[in-house]
C-alpha cells in the first residue's frame, strides 16, 4: 500500500516563483491535511479538506491555495514564494475516527 | 500561544529502562489526544491515542496517560529500546480521529536511548 504519496520530495523556488506540492492517498480517505513544519517547532495546519470540492482554512493558510476535485488528490499551491515560506511540508489523510496518516514530507526552500 | 506544550526539548535515558515524555494542554475543548513518533527525513507516525473519555491507553510497551483535571497527559516507554530514539510529537483535536478540522500539535520532545 503506498497510503499518502507527496511529490517532489525536495525543491527550491526564487522568490515569486510559484509550484505546486502533490498529495495523493489511495485509502479512500475522506479527510485530508496540509501542515508545515518549521525548525523547531511543531506542524502546524495550513489547509485542510472534508471531502471532494470541499476545503477550509487552517491556522496558517496566508501564501497558499488548495483544491479537492477528487477524493485521492489535495495538492497545494504556492503562488508567489517568499523565504518565509521555506519549510516542510507534511500532507496527511484520515477517516472521521481514525489518527492521521501522513506523507513522507516536501522540504521546499525558498532563495 | 501554545496550546499543546511540550517543555522537554529533549529527553535521554538508558536503554531498557522507562521513557516518560510529558504534554501539557491549555484548551479545554480538546477531547482527543494522540503522540506521534518521526525519524529525521519521515513523517511523522502515529503511536498511541487517548480520548478525554479514558485516563489510560496501553498498546504493547506504549501507555498514555490522561490527567484531564490538571490539562496533562504523558507517554511512557517501557522497556525503551534503540529504535525508540526519535522525536514524539504530542498532538489535539476537538473530535475523535484526525479531527475534522486537524490537529493542534506540541513542539516535540526529541527522545535519545543510551545503550
Known amino acids: 500500500n503506498a497510503g499518502v504519496t507527496q511529490t517532489p520530495k525536495f525543491r527550491i523556488l526564487k522568490i515569486g516563483q510559484s509550484m505546486t506540492l502533490q498529495c495523493a492517498q489511495d485509502?479512500?480517505?475522506?479527510?485530508m491535511y496540509w501542515y508545515r513544519q518549521d525548525p523547531g517547532m511543531g506542524l502546524k495546519l495550513i489547509y485542510y479538506s472534508v471531502g471532494a470540492g470541499i476545503t477550509d482554512k487552517g491556522e496558517v493558510p496566508n501564501g497558499y491555495n488548495v483544491s479537492r476535485s477528487t477524493t485521492e488528490d489535495f495538492p497545494l499551491r504556492l503562488e508567489l514564494a517568499a523565504p518565509s515560506q521555506t519549510s516542510v511540508y507534511f500532507c496527511?489523510?484520515?477517516?472521521?475516527?481514525?489518527?492521521?496518516?501522513f506523507g513522507q514530507g516536501t522540504r521546499l526552500t525558498v532563495v | 500561544d501554545q496550546q499543546v506544550k511540550q517543555n522537554s526539548p529533549s529527553l535521554s535515558v538508558q536503554e531498557g529502562r522507562i521513557s516518560i515524555l510529558n504534554c501539557d494542554y491549555t484548551n479545554s475543548m480538546f477531547d482527543y489526544f494522540l503522540w506521534y513518533k518521526k525519524y529525521p527525513a519521515e513523517g511523522p507516525t502515529f503511536l498511541i491515542s487517548?480520548?478525554?473519555?479514558?485516563d489510560k491507553n496501553e498498546d504493547g510497551r506504549f501507555t498514555v496517560f490522561l490527567n484531564k483535571s490538571a490539562k496533562h497527559l504523558s507517554l511512557h516507554i517501557v522497556p525503551s529500546q534503540p529504535g525508540d530514539s526519535a522525536v514524539y510529537f504530542c498532538a489535539a483535536s476537538g473530535g475523535a480521529g484526525g479531527g475534522a478540522d486537524g490537529l493542534t500539535f506540541g513542539k516535540g520532545t526529541h527522545l535519545i536511548i543510551q545503550p
Open positions: 485509502m479512500n480517505h475522506n479527510y
Open positions: 496527511a489523510s484520515s477517516l472521521r475516527t481514525s489518527a492521521a496518516f
Open positions: 487517548i480520548s478525554s473519555i479514558k
